[in-house]
């Protein structure tokens, strides 16, 4: 059936019909279960680049050292060895802890100078840290991460960190890819970004976080940490992944 | 010679009646606008298909110029009778009756024309030295009329002269009040109130609003009782009034003919009535009249400013507002006299204001039910009245053939709210919960249960000393539709209450698309579409 | 005749600097028409006449105090002036002013060195001739300048525009006049890495000359605005950024490292080989210093201010500074160019000369958008 579509002028100003009963509304959310996990959403959640604006920095500033550092201080006595030479460290630079605990982040960037800490964007696996909007927000905030994709999508995850390379950025990356690899577990992606986008990778040690926060147990007890910052490693030219995560293993093992 | 100036010659333009008729069935091409229902207390823009026709009501004539003189002009050459003042004479008894508030709709403006008629004969008759005066609002089983509404009806004059104990309600349950004037020669009682009976002369007042009312139907139904009534309202006799607005065609007006018969050789009766044209919207809302595509976009923008308004507001103050409208009535013709030559003056000026022509029926009518009815002026349209309204009225607004075609769907919009209104409709709420629940069909409910709720006390008291409906009204009500139940298909109503619409057996959808696709079902692909764009009123002469 | 007068005192000075509002040191004031000082100066009537960012730093203030002695108040300020010749022989003839006043104008002999090298913008004589003191028309007491109805000049300061060059064109040739000169200052060679600081007219207008001057450098524009931006791409920019990516960009460019300091003081170990700093300010020259690669050239072509800037890199890399002011024989070359280039497209819209005020405010924001140019519409 064809219907009359002239006098839209009228139609528009008297606005819709006044429908008289009132229904049921439909709910906003339907409430689902799942059964099991989705293998299609890895990832729910969206980088969100707005906190790395201007004003989102400052307030993340102010933040970091009121709460999160002062407490991290407080369970992990942190030393920190080796950051006054970070100021001849060029940027942007890849800084590439190993990682024991997820107390190393908060470790790391309270060691950093605020000129490097400021300008370090912080790689959180996707499928950990972004699955739940809350999630992410929280720790894009606190500290300051972009979503990782490891494993499988490990290709767009170094192409993320790419982007914030080539921003100027720092780029902090755990080559081992988890928490308790082990030191056999270093895998090369960091190093092929290394090699990709042209950017000394700055090794960092931290040891004794493990007993601070183990994986799998929140805060355990309090102990000391040290945090050690070693001399950049340039990628040499022609020189592989392999070799150049090698180079990188020793340089944080040592 | 001399040549005077152009704008000083007026030049009239010819009006060719025939012409406007036509110009008032259109039809929706692509580019017509929404179209304006209404929908009880509120309003509705609804689009129809491509090829639908709309069938307008005709602008409003001319009213008279001069009332008063017309007045006096109908009681001085009365058509078959003697003039007025020759049939009055000292100490005679005289009784007037007139119309009840069921007329007319929406109620007109102050002066009411009964009040300035009366005032004309009462006059007279103070000039004849007629002391003996009663004025009975002739309502049969209709509600008592409140002294506010009596007032408005008479005129402050009459009122304060009169009120109360020779301005009164007709009651139709007194049995002192009621006189016997025996049967028609087909066997139907005829009851009357007895000071009518009794009087030297009964002058009646009416109005005509539309095709059905005046005639004999004034006297003999208008100041009868429940046994004189329920031999024309029952039915048989609904069903077989193709339709009541026709006189000629309806078993109705047969009946209540018969009965007018016995009532003018008791009594004689001498005739005013009156007709007004159909200029229901005052002032700024008169556009509410025209086609929409005619709106100015001034009118437009008010509509749109009414109609938001209204669907905004509380429903109480919504109601108030919707009942406290008046109409501006002009009255077209006043006759008087002989009720045969009266009343056909009558119907021809009827004619001449609300007949339109519309060649062939359609599967589908639609229309939008207004919000007051003649038995919920001041009150609420229950579901029951909406029935009668779409069914009873609507239905059957033709002279012919019905505007539907046999088996047809009509589609009204109204919300066909489950209200009541305690005081003026207490036994259509039992109608309703017990009658209906149980069965819908008009001849069933006849059989089992009208006698029961007609001679029900409760809601005889109520009638008689309360606001109320006589307890047989909601059955009259139902017979009103009846013949249209047993002719269309389908009834749909667009945005009416689920419960409300199935209680009555009927079928709702939420919008006009819906409907329609609903009643694309019952009367076939592609129909054909007739709206009734209905009040203000008229009726369609439907030819084949 | 109508003539915009810029007669500084003290007190004006003072509430200028403070932004106290007030009518300021420039009105529009009725003037005799100045009176040619010798034989060979012919009256010009101006057309069009360009506000330069000099003139707005003259006009609110923030000039530097140095070039008083080089000028002659009260005078009528508009150097960038095109016209028609308004008595004898050429009269009517359509012409655009150079308007540096050497030895040869000033009737000075014999002429000083750099004037005989033809250089008369930056002759040692602008005191001494048959007229008052003052570098330029513009900045002199007797010759009158672009924001009136009518001054002088010298027949050699005056170039015939050709009949295909429009009126907006021509009067941004005393600019590209400026910005050709300012390119051969900078002496770029093929391949080169050339950033220049600063989109405005004279920036876009430099930008056309050293991409003209040396097709295959690497150019890239710092531009404030985004505005800017896209007006820097049309005028020949390789690359854009904004003043606080050039390290980033720079790196990336020139293959050099950046180092991050205290209170984000930016560093580029390597850097680019040519620097024009045609924005004038402390920030922009510091900022030039520290991207320019050592031994590098940096470039002064835009008006500066008194400067607050840290200038250590430039010591410590052992950089060139250069400034860019006036011209040698540019002005043939820049009516040529203009021809290809459109310059009459930076042009925001002209004013009358009554309503100054608001053109003087406005000019500032109209740069912005990267339209940057406001001229006075003097004769129609």
Known sequence: ?254 | MTIAPTRMIERTKRRHPAAEREACVVEVHEHSPPTLFHSGESFRLERLPVGSRIVYPPPPLKGLVDVDAAIATALDSPLGMDPLDALLRPGMKLTIAFDDISLPLPPMKTPDIRGRVIEHVLERAYRAGVEDIHLIAALALHRRMTPAELRRAVGDRVFDEFYPERLYNHDAEDPAEIVSLGETPHGEAVELSRRAAESDLLVYVNINLVTMDGGHKSVAVGLGTYNSVKVHHNVHTMRHSRSFMDMHKSELHQSAGRQGEIVEAAVPIFHIETTLNNDMFDGPLSFLAKPEARWTAREQAAFAALKRTTDRMNPKLRRAAFHKSRAPYAVTGVTAGAVAPVHEVTLERCAAQQAVGVRGQADIVTAGLPYVGPYNVDSILNPVLVMCMGLGYFFNLYHGVPLVREGGVMIFTHPVTREFHPVHHPSYVDFYEEVLATTTDPVEIEQRFEKGYAEDEWYRHLYRTSYAYHGVHPFYMWYWGAHALQHLGDVIFVGGDPEACRRLGFRRADTMRDALEMAEQVVGRDPSLTHFHCPPLFYAQVSE | MKALTYTPTVAKYVATRAGLPGAGALELTDVRPPRAPGPDWLPVRPTLTGVCGSDLALISGKASLQLATLTSTPFVPGHEIVGTIGAGPRRGERVVVQPALGCLVRGVTPPCAECAQGLPALCRNPIDGTISAGLQTGYCRETGGGWSEGLVAHASQLHTVPDDLSDEDAVLVEPLACALHAARMADVQPGEHVAIIGAGTIGLLTLAAVREAAPSATLICVAKHPGQQTAARRFGADDVCTPDRVHIEGARITNSRRLVGHLGRELLLGGFDRVLDCVGSGASLEQATTITRPRGRVVLVGMPGELKADLAAAWLRELELRGAYGYEHDFPRALEFARELKPGRLIDRGWPLRAFRKALDHAPKAARAGRSKTIFEIAA
């Open chain 1, 1 to 254: 059936m064809k219907f009359a579509s002239g006098g839209r002028r009228l139609e528009k100003l008297a606005g819709a019909n006044a429908s008289s009963a009132r229904r049921v509304s439909v709910p906003r959310r339907w409430r689902t279960v799942s059964a099991g996990a989705d293998p299609w959403s890895e990832r729910t959640v969206e980088d969100m680049p707005q906190l790395r604006g201007r004003r989102a920095s400052v307030v993340r500033e102010v933040a970091q050292q009121t709460l999160l550092f002062p407490a991290t201080r407080l369970v992990a006595s942190p030393t920190v060895i080796g950051a006054e030479d970070l100021v001849h460290a060029p940027q942007p630079a890849i800084l590439a802890p190993n990682h024991e605990s997820d107390i190393d982040t908060p470790l790391v960037l309270l060691a950093l100078p605020h000129a490097w800490r400021a300008r370090t964007v912080v790689g959180a696996a996707s499928d950990r840290f972004y699955r739940k909007r809350g999630y992410a927000v929280a720790s894009g905030f606190w500290i300051n991460t972009f979503p990782f994709d490891r494993g499988g999508g490990q290709r767009r995850g170094l192409a993320a960190a790419a982007a914030h390379l080539r921003d100027g950025l720092n780029v902090l990356l755990f080559p081992q890819g988890t928490r308790g690899a082990g030191p056999d577990g270093y895998r090369h992606g960091v190093a092929e970004l290394s090699l990709m986008a042209g950017a000394p990778i700055i090794p960092v040690h931290i040891e004794g976080s493990a007993l601070v926060m183990p994986k799998g147990r929140g805060l355990n007890r309090r102990a000391g940490t040290r945090v050690t910052f070693a001399r950049p490693l340039q990628p040499r030219p022609g020189e592989t992944p392999e070799q150049l995560t090698h180079r990188l293993h020793d340089a944080i093992e040592v």
